[in-house]
């Protein structure tokens, strides 16, 4: 239901942009977040976008100011810019979504809220 892509391999310092589509449901009315998991470690929140107009963001303090989530409901997909990328970026990135709850649940009290996920989408930042 949730289909993630556009990880790669990149340099530090580019940019990449994640997408994740949301297939068989009313987009719109779900609150949506990325999440990522390095090697050897849990799973950590990254960003977040309230539903329906998204006027609502959180952000990990890692990637303030670098990452941007954004949505476009008519096409209903979620996306990730990511710029200035470093190494500690380097994981397998997760879409999350849930209709139930509000980005706020979502940043405040992370992946256990969330019902459902996309297969991940690697990225990979080489020096």
């Known amino acids: 239901q949730l289909q993630a892509s556009g990880g790669g391999l990149v340099q530090a310092g580019d940019s990449l942009r994640l997408s994740c589509v949301l297939s068989g449901d009313i987009f719109s009315t779900y609150a949506m977040g990325w999440f990522r998991q390095a090697p050897g470690k849990e799973r950590e929140f990254v960003a977040t976008i309230s539903r329906y107009e998204g006027q609502t963001t959180y952000y990990a303090n890692s990637v303030k100011g670098r990452f941007t989530i954004s949505r476009e409901n008519a096409k209903k997909t979620v996306y990730l810019q990511m710029n200035s990328l470093a190494l500690k970026d380097t994981a397998l990135y997760y879409c999350?979504?849930?209709?139930?709850?509000?980005?706020?649940?979502?940043?405040?009290?992370?992946?256990?809220?969330?019902?459902?996920w996309g297969q991940g989408t690697l990225v990979t930042v080489s020096s």
């Open positions: 999350a979504a849930d209709p139930r709850v509000r980005a706020s649940d979502i940043y405040y009290r992370g992946a256990s809220v969330i019902d459902y």
